[in-house]
Protein backbone atom coordinates (compact mmCIF):
# COMPACT_ATOMS: atom_id res chain seq x y z
CA UNK A 1 0.00 0.00 0.00
CA UNK A 2 1.54 3.64 -0.97
CA UNK A 3 0.74 6.63 0.99
CA UNK A 4 1.09 10.09 0.14
CA UNK A 5 1.71 12.60 2.87
CA UNK A 6 1.87 16.02 2.32
CA UNK A 7 2.95 18.95 4.08
CA UNK A 8 3.96 22.82 4.59
CA UNK A 9 -0.05 24.24 4.88
CA UNK A 10 -0.61 26.84 6.63
CA UNK A 11 -1.66 29.95 7.23
CA UNK A 12 0.19 32.71 5.56
CA UNK A 13 -0.63 36.73 4.75
CA UNK A 14 -1.61 37.68 1.05
CA UNK A 15 1.63 38.11 -0.83
CA UNK A 16 3.58 35.66 1.15
CA UNK A 17 5.01 32.37 0.11
CA UNK A 18 4.35 28.34 1.10
CA UNK A 19 5.77 25.62 -0.11
CA UNK A 20 4.15 22.13 -0.31
CA UNK A 21 5.84 18.42 -0.27
CA UNK A 22 4.17 15.55 -0.92
CA UNK A 23 6.36 12.72 -0.75
CA UNK A 24 5.53 8.72 -0.75
CA UNK A 25 6.15 5.85 1.46
CA UNK A 26 8.21 4.51 -0.11
CA UNK A 27 9.79 4.81 -3.72
CA UNK A 28 8.04 4.41 -6.92
CA UNK A 29 9.10 3.35 -9.92
CA UNK A 30 7.28 3.74 -13.54
CA UNK A 31 5.84 7.49 -12.32
CA UNK A 32 3.87 9.05 -14.84
CA UNK A 33 2.58 12.41 -14.06
CA UNK A 34 2.17 13.93 -10.74
CA UNK A 35 0.43 16.91 -9.58
CA UNK A 36 -1.60 19.26 -7.02
CA UNK A 37 -4.98 19.51 -6.93
CA UNK A 38 -7.14 22.11 -4.85
CA UNK A 39 -10.29 22.12 -3.34
CA UNK A 40 -11.99 25.55 -2.03
CA UNK A 41 -15.22 25.29 0.43
CA UNK A 42 -18.17 24.47 -1.11
CA UNK A 43 -15.89 23.77 -4.74
CA UNK A 44 -15.10 20.98 -6.99
CA UNK A 45 -11.57 20.46 -6.76
CA UNK A 46 -9.20 21.56 -9.54
CA UNK A 47 -6.00 20.72 -10.62
CA UNK A 48 -3.21 23.25 -9.98
CA UNK A 49 -0.46 22.34 -11.67
CA UNK A 50 1.47 18.92 -12.55
CA UNK A 51 4.78 17.55 -14.35
CA UNK A 52 5.17 14.83 -16.20
CA UNK A 53 7.69 11.93 -15.93
CA UNK A 54 9.67 14.23 -18.60
CA UNK A 55 9.57 17.48 -17.02
CA UNK A 56 6.81 18.96 -18.85
CA UNK A 57 4.54 21.10 -16.79
CA UNK A 58 1.20 22.11 -16.98
CA UNK A 59 -0.18 25.36 -14.36
CA UNK A 60 -3.72 26.34 -14.20
CA UNK A 61 -4.24 30.08 -15.61
CA UNK A 62 -5.05 31.50 -12.03
CA UNK A 63 -1.27 30.18 -10.51
CA UNK A 64 0.57 30.80 -13.87
CA UNK A 65 3.43 32.70 -12.82
CA UNK A 66 3.21 32.56 -9.49
CA UNK A 67 3.62 28.67 -8.43
CA UNK A 68 5.80 25.99 -9.79
CA UNK A 69 5.78 22.87 -9.52
CA UNK A 70 8.93 20.58 -9.11
CA UNK A 71 9.89 16.68 -8.60
CA UNK A 72 12.28 14.68 -6.98
CA UNK A 73 12.15 11.06 -8.60
CA UNK A 74 14.46 9.19 -6.22
CA UNK A 75 12.53 10.10 -3.21
CA UNK A 76 9.07 10.43 -5.01
CA UNK A 77 8.48 13.68 -4.18
CA UNK A 78 6.75 16.43 -5.40
CA UNK A 79 6.87 20.20 -4.64
CA UNK A 80 4.88 22.84 -5.06
CA UNK A 81 6.39 26.50 -4.14
CA UNK A 82 3.30 29.09 -3.73
CA UNK A 83 4.27 32.47 -3.86
CA UNK A 84 2.04 35.93 -4.08
CA UNK A 85 -0.38 33.82 -2.54
CA UNK A 86 -3.99 35.58 -2.55
CA UNK A 87 -7.08 34.65 -0.64
CA UNK A 88 -8.56 33.07 -3.08
CA UNK A 89 -5.71 30.23 -3.16
CA UNK A 90 -7.34 29.14 0.03
CA UNK A 91 -8.16 25.76 -0.29
CA UNK A 92 -7.36 22.37 0.73
CA UNK A 93 -4.11 21.01 -1.27
CA UNK A 94 -4.14 17.55 -2.34
CA UNK A 95 -1.25 15.73 -4.51
CA UNK A 96 -1.27 12.95 -7.17
CA UNK A 97 0.69 10.72 -8.64
CA UNK A 98 -0.68 8.67 -11.57
CA UNK A 99 1.60 5.62 -12.46
CA UNK A 100 2.55 4.44 -16.29
CA UNK A 101 -0.06 2.61 -17.72
CA UNK A 102 2.37 -0.26 -18.83
CA UNK A 103 2.76 -0.24 -14.90
CA UNK A 104 -0.90 -0.12 -13.97
CA UNK A 105 -1.97 3.13 -14.77
CA UNK A 106 -3.32 3.46 -10.57
CA UNK A 107 -3.81 6.56 -9.21
CA UNK A 108 -2.89 7.77 -6.02
CA UNK A 109 -4.00 10.59 -3.31
CA UNK A 110 -2.84 12.29 -0.27
CA UNK A 111 -5.13 13.51 2.56
CA UNK A 112 -4.60 17.08 1.92
CA UNK A 113 -3.11 20.08 3.96
CA UNK A 114 -4.80 22.90 4.28
CA UNK A 115 -3.56 26.68 2.99
CA UNK A 116 -4.96 29.30 4.63
CA UNK A 117 -4.39 32.95 3.16
CA UNK A 118 -5.45 36.13 5.07
CA UNK A 119 -6.09 39.25 3.24
Known amino acids: QVQLVESGGGLVQAGGSLNLSCAAS????????MGWYRQAPGKQRELVAAITSGGTTNYADSVKGRFTISRDNAKTTVYLQMNSLKPEDTAVYYCNVEMERYAGGMDYWGKGTLVTVSS
Open 26 to 33: RRLFNVNT
